[in-house]
């Protein structure tokens, strides 16, 4: 058996995060024995683990609630869950689009940066002169 220590040490999670998340009812209620110890299931220790993870990809406080509460529901209401999972897919699919184009501009800014410099010394570039970076093909 897993203790609150061991389950913020698995997922690299604190104890009082793992509290805050039951408390605020991100996760479902923690099962507990009859030492007042939480029991810490497959499911309990699936939910952590998406709960974070979302979290980590952006997803807010009140969105994990309301994915949370979605899953007490029957029928359509409960599906609406994968339409949140949707929407930060997209949210995700989006950012990683932008780090895509920073990290290309950033490759063409290493691969160029000698041959700028050389350039500006000699006055073959200046500050009128110099490329238009919003125009450059990546």
Same mark, same amino acid.
Not at 14 to 42: A, F, L
Not at 88 to 112: P, S
């Given at each position: 058996?897993?203790?609150?220590?061991?389950?913020?040490?698995?997922?690299?999670?604190?104890?009082? *995060?793992?509290?805050?998340?039951?408390?605020?009812?991100?996760?479902?209620?923690?099962?507990?024995?009859?030492?007042?110890?939480?029991?810490?299931?497959?499911?309990?220790?699936? @939910?952590?683990?998406?709960?974070?993870?979302?979290?980590?990809?952006?997803?807010?406080?009140?969105?994990?609630?309301?994915?949370?509460? #979605?899953?007490?529901?029957?029928?359509?209401?409960?599906?609406?869950?994968?339409?949140? +999972?949707?929407?930060? #897919?997209?949210?995700?699919?989006?950012?990683?689009?932008?780090?895509?184009?920073?990290?290309? +501009?950033?490759?063409?800014?290493?691969?160029?940066?000698?041959?700028?410099?050389?350039?500006?010394? *000699?006055?073959?570039?200046?500050?009128?002169?110099?490329?238009?970076? @919003?125009?450059?093909?990546?």
């Amino acid at each position: 058996m897993l203790s609150s220590k061991d389950v913020a040490e698995l997922f690299d999670i604190s104890i009082s *995060t793992i509290r805050y998340y039951e408390k605020i009812g991100i996760i479902p209620p923690i099962e507990r024995d009859e030492n007042g110890y939480r029991i810490y299931t497959k499911s309990t220790l699936n @939910w952590i683990y998406l709960m974070k993870s979302l979290r980590n990809a952006g997803l807010s406080i009140e969105s994990l609630q309301e994915f949370s509460r #979605l899953s007490q529901k029957q029928g359509e209401e409960r599906k609406q869950q994968k339409q949140v +999972l949707r929407d930060q #897919l997209q949210e995700i699919d989006e950012k990683i689009a932008e780090l895509q184009r920073v990290r290309k +501009l950033l490759n063409y800014k290493i691969e160029t940066y000698d041959e700028h410099l050389a350039k500006f010394q *000699t006055g073959e570039l200046t500050a009128v002169t110099t490329e238009e970076l @919003w125009k450059v093909k990546l």
